[in-house]
T-cell receptor, first 105, second 114 residues
Framework: GIQVEQSPPDLILQEGANSTLRCNFSDSVNNLQWFHQNPWGQLINLFYIPSGTKQNGRLSATTVATERYSLLYISSSQTTDSGVYFCAAGNKLVFGAGTILRVKS | DGGITQSPKYLFRKEGQNVTLSCEQNLNHDAMYWYRQDPGQGLRLIYYSQIVNDFQKGDIAEGYSVSREKKESFPLTVTSAQKNPTAFYLC?????????????FGQGTRLTVV
């Protein structure tokens, strides 16, 4: 089955800094999503992005389907951006291990 | 409101008892999924179903059972055969025969077995 790998596993930022999270997947997919898990465990949909680029405020994402990776950009980070970021792909909605982001004030 | 609802939010059971977690969606989605999350870990797929009356095992199906009698509902039973049932359980749904297959999640059920 499809394998999904995320990097880096941990990231510590100073408030206001920018960051890039990466998601690699092992096979062609027709779906790719990014989620943010809040401290209560809820998964918040950030982007549904099988290909191309999307932007939502300070966040944007790009998926290059032919090269089997996706990037999540966070600009001008805030403490409220802290948490775990997951990507998921494929018909079985396989998740990567996540990136733990800590933004310090 | 359209969405996916899991209940209860917290559940406590004694060891050796079966327990059923509820997941209901009104998004008219064909596919539904159950995941388990342990502290500090990612999401692991337990079972998924892409159509009524059919479901497939995920990576960690042992000790769990599901049913899909209605499109809207996908209950998960944690049986006494599950060795470490204490975990956070998340349910999701997606479209299958649509262009957009974005997944949506419920708020989760925290199961504690004592």
């Amino acid at each position: 089955g499809i394998q999904v790998e995320q990097s880096p596993p941990d990231l510590i930022l100073q408030e206001g800094a920018n960051s890039t999270l990466r998601c690699n997947f092992s096979d062609s997919v027709n779906n790719l999503q990014w989620f943010h898990q809040n401290p209560w465990g809820q998964l918040i949909n950030l982007f549904y992005i099988p290909s191309g680029t999307k932007q939502n405020g300070r966040l944007s994402a790009t998926t290059v389907a032919t090269e089997r990776y996706s990037l999540l950009y966070i600009s001008s980070s805030q403490t409220t951006d802290s948490g775990v970021y997951f990507c998921a792909a494929g018909n079985k909605l396989v998740f990567g291990a996540g990136t733990i982001l800590r933004v310090k004030s | 409101d359209g969405g996916i609802t899991q209940s209860p939010k917290y559940l406590f059971r004694k060891e050796g008892q079966n327990v059923t977690l509820s997941c209901e969606q009104n998004l008219n989605h064909d596919a539904m999924y159950w995941y388990r999350q342990d502290p500090g870990q990612g999401l692991r797929l337990i079972y998924y179903s892409q159509i009524v009356n059919d479901f497939q095992k995920g990576d960690i199906a042992e000790g769990y059972s599901v049913s899909r009698e209605k499109k809207e509902s996908f209950p998960l039973t944690v049986t006494s055969a599950q060795k470490n049932p204490t975990a956070f359980y998340l349910c999701a749904s997606t479209g299958v025969y649509t262009v957009n297959t974005e997944a949506f999640f419920g708020q989760g059920t925290r199961l504690t077995v004592v």
